[in-house]
């Protein structure tokens, strides 16, 4: 993977995570617990959706579409 392209999409992760209500640190803290980072962005969404006022659907800005987002399989 190029630079570029990793540095664009680990910003998107954090942000999408501070969105969410996670500091840098926490998400640091979640991968490393060894949550694979398709789980994280499913705890993160679910958090942003949470604080999403009813009736009103998730819908980043920044790049990350909610149908790329899948809860892992058991």
């Known amino acids: 993977m190029q630079q570029p392209v ?10 999408a995570g501070e ?4 500091c ?8 490393n617990a ?3 980072v ?5 705890i993160i969404e679910t958090n942003l959706q949470a604080r999403e006022p009813a009736g009103r ?3 980043p800005d920044d790049g990350i579409r909610s149908t790329e987002l899948r809860l892992p399989p058991q």
């Open 6 to 15: 990793l540095t664009r999409a680990v910003e998107k992760l954090a942000r």
């Open 19 to 22: 969105q969410a209500g996670f």
């Open 24 to 31: 840098v640190e926490d998400l640091i803290r979640i991968l």
């Open 34 to 36: 060894g949550v694979s």
């Open 38 to 42: 398709e789980c994280l962005l499913y």
């Open 57 to 59: 659907s998730f819908r």
